[in-house]
Every structure is written in C-alpha cells, then in structure tokens.
T-cell receptor, first 109, second 112 residues
C-alpha cells in the first residue's frame, strides 16, 4: 500500500519563503506530484518529480529524494493568493494517484 | 476548450434516492477518475477508467458505480444515497502521464 504524510497547516508571511514537506511509504515508487487547491475550488497540477533533485517553475520549486522517501514544495516570494491547500500525490503501480491529506497554507500580511 | 465539466454544481438529495453525477471531458484523455473530498480532508479515489469500456475500483467504491461508454463521458451513480455520501465529488482525467490530472469544478452533494 501507499501513504503520504504532510503537515496539516503552515503559516507564513507575505514575501517570505515556505517549504511544505511530504514523506511517503510506497510498495513501488513512480514519482511525486504536487497539486494546489483554493477553498471552494478544484485541485490544479503544480509539478511532478520523477527523479531526485529540484524542479523549478517560476516561484514554485519541488524537490525529491528517493533514498529518503521525501519531497517538498518550496514557494518563494509568497503572495496572499498562495493561501490554499497543497497536496502531494504519488501514482501506484497502475498509475492511480494516491493523495496526501493536504497542507493548508495561510499567508499573512 | 472547456476541459472537464461536471453537473450538477450542487445537489441536495433525500436518503435512498438514486443520483447520477455527470462528467464530460473534451481533451481526448484515455484515463478518467472520480474522487470524493470530505471537509478538510484529502481526495479519495472512488472509481477510475483507464480507457473507454473499462473501469476499476478505487479506495472507496462501495455504494457507487460508474460506466465508460465512450472516451468523453464518465458518469458516477449512487444507487441509493446515504448521508455518509455527503461530500464534494471531483472528476478528473489524464493523458499518458497519470501523474498529471486535470480536475473538473466539482459537485457538492448533500444527502439528508
């Protein structure tokens, strides 16, 4: 089976940098995805790491360490609009995504 | 391009009633999924379909059924709704890379 653990809530100040961690336990591993969901909205895809290292997309970066079964999402130059829930997710052997329970990010002025 | 549409947007349903949630995508994606998301929680997979004509069970399939007659449509049916099925339901689709899924706007269902 698979499980993904992430903190339930993180608070940060506008303009700061925040890191949202995700640890996983999987019977096989095929990569780690990140999704963003604003309150009342649908999840939207942010990034995917198949290999170890850092993937950068604008203000957002995602990191993966397969040896540590660990990844994180890094958000830089935080803006109020970044307040949302962030989910890590990993595909199982048939490419169905298993989601973590989500981290609620609150950005304060 | 609409992406994925879901209907209805919201629904209040009496327990014991039958309900079908509709999902249509115009991206020609092979794979489609139904998730439920309970308040403050993550997404749990109900059923999925890797291609038209095939379906599979996810993590929480009991009380739900799906069909995939064609590539575009993937309806979810609650045969006899119960209050524990009160949730927000998201339909999603993906192409070859299952890790990148595109979600519909969701259906908020309340079963009384």
């Amino acid at each position: 089976g698979q499980s993904l653990e992430q903190p339930s809530e993180v608070t940060a100040v506008e303009g700061a940098i925040v890191q949202i961690n995700c640890t996983y336990q999987t019977s096989g591993f095929y990569g780690l995805s990140w999704y963003q969901q604003h309150d009342g909205g649908a999840p939207t895809f942010l990034s995917y790491n198949a290999l170890d290292g850092l993937e950068e997309t604008g203000r957002f970066s995602s990191f993966l360490s397969r040896s540590d079964s660990y990844g994180y999402l890094l958000l830089q130059e935080l803006q109020m609009k970044d307040s949302a829930s962030y989910f890590c997710a990993a595909p199982d052997s048939s490419y169905k995504l298993i989601f973590g329970s989500g981290t609620r990010l609150l950005v304060r002025p | 391009i609409a992406g994925i549409t879901q209907a209805p947007t919201s629904q209040i349903l009496a327990a014991g009633r039958r309900m079908t949630l509709r999902c249509t995508q115009d991206m020609r994606h092979n794979a489609m999924y139904w998730y439920r998301q309970d308040l403050g929680l993550g997404l749990r997979l109900i059923h999925y379909s890797n291609t038209a004509g095939t379906t599979g069970k996810g993590e929480v399939p009991d009380g739900y059924s799906v069909s995939r007659a064609n590539t575009d449509d993937f309806p979810l049916t609650l045969a006899s709704a119960v209050p524990s099925q009160t949730s927000v339901y998201f339909c999603a689709s993906s192409g070859q890379k299952g890790h990148t899924q595109y979600f519909g706007p969701g259906t908020r269902l309340t079963v009384l």
